[in-house]
DNA sequence: CTGAAAGCGCTTACAG
DNA sequence: CTGAAAGCGCTTACAG
C-alpha cells in the first residue's frame, strides 16, 4: 500500500459533490469548460476541505515537475544569497520552486551536480558557472549567468560597463594612478571589470593590477597585499574587482595608518552585505540581480513552455547584459594633491 | 497526450529483455527478489539505455517526493550560505534534493513560504526561524534551527558556551572591561551569545551591553557606535555578537586611528566570509554547521521514514546543542595594562 | 525466482 | 456543459 497523503484529492471531492473527477479538475484548473455555477460550488468546496493539489499526480501526468534548478560554483561565495534570493523570488512568482545544487569544488562536482538535478526531474536549471566552465547543453533548457563576454552567456550583468562606471568616478575625483585588485586572473568576472576599468580611465591616468592569488602563491594565503607601500609611491585610488577584496584592502590600509578617503580612495563591486555597515562604507558597483534573475527565468519559462519535448539547449534572451549600477559611499573622495603640489601649496601658504 | 519524457523508462527496459517492468523495478531497486545474474544483466542494460528513473512516478506511487523545504528568514544574512551548503550537503547524501524557500519580509512571508513548501510535495523541512516566530506543526515533519533556549528547537550550536569561550578568551588575555556589542535586543540567538559571555566573565570583569538596533533608532541607520569613546572610557575588548557587527567596529575603531589589538581588541561570532580576510583577522567563535545540519536532517529524515503518514511534527534529536569552536586570530591580544598601571610602570622604569 | 495486475492523483482527448 | 476512460512511470502485494 502506497502511504497515503494526508489530504483529500480529487475525487474525494468529485463523489462527495457527486460530480466527476474530470469536471472537478477542469474546474480547479479554471480551464473554462464547466459552467461557472458548478467551477465556483467546486472552487468553494475544494477550499473548504483545504485540497492541495498533487504535485506528483501533476508531474507524471503533464511530463512537468514545476521546479527549477539553481547550481551555484559554490555556495559560500558571498554573491550567493543575492542570486539565490533573486532566482527564487522571480521563479515564486511564476509559480516554480528552486532546487539548490552546491558544486563546491571541481569541474567533476558541477556535472555531477547538474546531473543531480536532471534526476530530481527538473524542468529547467539556472548555472552560474565556474571560472572557464563551458556548461554544455543537457537534457534541460539552461540559462547560463556569467558575463556577457563569456560564450553561451544568456544574460549578467554588464560587468565592462560597471568597471568603467568605476573608472568615471575616480577619474571625476581626479585620482591619476589607479592599483585595480583582483583575485583570480582566470575569472572571465574579474577581467571585465578590470578591461571595463582600464578602457574608462581618462587621459592622464594610468592603472596597475594586482592578482591576489598570484600574490599569495608566493607571500602565503592572508599575507598583506603591500598598499601602503603603494601609496607611497603615489596610488591614490584601490579599485578591487569584488567587495571582499575591497575589504581587505580597506582594512590593511586602515591598519597600516592610512586614512580612508582622506589619504586613498578604495572602491569595490557587488554591494555586498557589508558594504555599507563598515566605516568608512564602501563605494561599490552593484548588479541588478532581480532584473538579470527576471530575464533568465523569463526566458528558461519561454523554451520550456514552447519545446514539447524536454530538449537539452541553452536558452538566450533578448538583453544579454544589464547595467551596473554605482553606489558612493564613503570610501572614495577627491584624490589628495600629490605631495609635490602638496609642497607647492605649503609654500603657497 | 503527456508531453513524452525524452529517455526510456522501466517497461522499454522490460520489452526490450524480454522480462516484466516488476522484475527490472526489483533489479533496479536492489530488494534482492531477482537472481543476481538476471539482476546484472538487466543493471547493465539499464546503464546502456541511460535509463533515468521518474521521480514523478516513483513519488505518486510511494508517496514521497525525496525532496526536504529549507525556509530560512532572510537568504541576505549572511549565514546563509553555510546553512544552506550544510543542509545541502547532509540531504545529498541522503539523497534528498533541497527547496529553498525564503520568508524575508514578515512571519506572514514565513508562513506563506511553508505552505508553498507543503504544496510542493516536501517530505519534510528545516526551518531557520524568524526571531521569536514559533514554528507551529503542519503538515509534515520539521526541524528547526535556532538556538537551545528557544522552545522547540531540534537542534542548534550552543550559542552561550559559544559566549562563555569568547569571555574566557578575553579574561585569559586580561582585559576586564568588555562592551558587547549586538544587533537586535529580540534575537534569542544574540541574547544567548550575550548571556554567555557575561556568565563566563572572570572575578573583577564587567560587561556593559550596546543593542545597535537601539543606537540607530535615535542617531540614524549607519551612525557611527562612539567606540572611541568607549575605548576612552577604559573599555579594552569588544565583543561583537556576530562577525557583521565585529566587522563594523573593528573599522570604525581602525577610522578613529586606535590600533587593533594594540589598544583594544574585536572579537565575533559565525566566522563569516570576510573573517580572515580582513585586517587584523578576527577572532571569532564558529558554529559546526555541518554537524548541526547532520543532526536536523537526519532527525528528520528518521521521523519520515517512521512515520507512516506525513505527520506535522517538530521532530527532536538526541543533541539538541553542538559546542561551538573558539577560532583566534590577530583581531584580540593581550589587554594593555590600564592608565594607572602603566604610569606605575612609567615610575618604575 | 518471475510476472500480471492494481493503483498512487492527475489531465486530457474523446464521447455524449 | 459534463463524464467515462486512458495513461503518465513507478512499486508492491499477490499469485504462480
Redesign the interface.
Known amino acids: 500500500m502506497?502511504?497515503?497523503?494526508?489530504?483529500p484529492n480529487l475525487s474525494r471531492i468529485a463523489t462527495s459533490l457527486g460530480v466527476s473527477v474530470a469536471t472537478v479538475s477542469n474546474a480547479l484548473s479554471g480551464k473554462g469548460r464547466v459552467s461557472e455555477q458548478l467551477a465556483e460550488k467546486i472552487r468553494e468546496h475544494a477550499a473548504e476541505l483545504g485540497y492541495?493539489?498533487?504535485?506528483?499526480?501533476r508531474?507524471?501526468?503533464?511530463?512537468?515537475?514545476?521546479?527549477l534548478g539553481?547550481v551555484l560554483p559554490d555556495?559560500?561565495?558571498?554573491l550567493?544569497?543575492?542570486i539565490?534570493?533573486a532566482i527564487?523570488?522571480a521563479a515564486?512568482s511564476a509559480d516554480y520552486?528552486?532546487?539548490?545544487?552546491?558544486s563546491?569544488g571541481d569541474v567533476t562536482a558541477q556535472t555531477e551536480a547538474i546531473n543531480?538535478?536532471?534526476?530530481?526531474?527538473v524542468d529547467g536549471m539556472v548555472v552560474v558557472p565556474r571560472r572557464a566552465t563551458r556548461i554544455s547543453a543537457s537534457?534541460c533548457p539552461v540559462a547560463v549567468i556569467d558575463t556577457a563576454s563569456t560564450p553561451g552567456n544568456t544574460v549578467a550583468a554588464d560587468h565592462w560597463q560597471g568597471g568603467q562606471q568605476i573608472a568615471a568616478h575616480l577619474a571625476g575625483l581626479g585620482h591619476k594612478r589607479i592599483l585595480i585588485i583582483g583575485n583570480n586572473p582566470e575569472s572571465n568576472v574579474q577581467n571585465d571589470r578590470a578591461g571595463g576599468i582600464r578602457s574608462g580611465l581618462a587621459k592622464g591616468m594610468s592603472s596597475e593590477m594586482l592578482w591576489i592569488e598570484r600574490l599569495e602563491q608566493t607571500a602565503g594565503p592572508?599575507c598583506?597585499l603591500g598598499l601602503a607601500r603603494k601609496a607611497a609611491e603615489g596610488f591614490t585610488a584601490f579599485a578591487a574587482l569584488s567587495d571582499?577584496q575591497a575589504?581587505?584592502a580597506?582594512?590593511?590600509l586602515?591598519?597600516e595608518?592610512i586614512?580612508?578617503p582622506a589619504d586613498v580612495s578604495v572602491t569595490g563591486f557587488d554591494d555586498l552585505?557589508?558594504s555599507?555597515?563598515?566605516?568608512?562604507?564602501l563605494t561599490t558597483a552593484r548588479m541588478d540581480m532581480d532584473r538579470i534573475a527576471e530575464i533568465a527565468i523569463s526566458a528558461l519559462l519561454k523554451t520550456i513552455l514552447e519545446s514539447?519535448?524536454?530538449e537539452g539547449v541553452i536558452v538566450t534572451a533578448e538583453t544579454d547584459r544589464v547595467p551596473m549600477q554605482l553606489i558612493v559611499r564613503q570610501s572614495s573622495g577627491p584624490a589628495r594633491p600629490a605631495k609635490e603640489n602638496l609642497t607647492d601649496g605649503e609654500l603657497a601658504t
Not at 492541495?52 to 499526480?57: E, L, R, T, W
Not at 543531480?116 to 526531474?121: A, F, S
Not at 555599507?276 to 562604507?281: D, E, G, N
Open positions: 502506497a502511504s497515503s497523503r494526508p489530504g492541495i493539489p498533487s504535485q506528483a499526480g508531474a507524471l501526468r503533464t511530463g512537468r515537475s514545476g521546479v539553481l555556495i559560500a561565495n558571498p550567493f544569497p543575492k539565490a534570493q527564487e523570488f515564486k520552486g528552486v532546487l539548490i545544487a552546491d563546491r543531480r538535478l536532471i534526476e530530481r526531474g537534457s592572508g598583506r571582499l575589504l581587505r580597506l582594512t590593511e586602515q591598519q595608518g586614512n580612508v552585505i557589508w555599507p555597515v563598515v566605516t568608512p562604507a514539447g519535448t524536454r
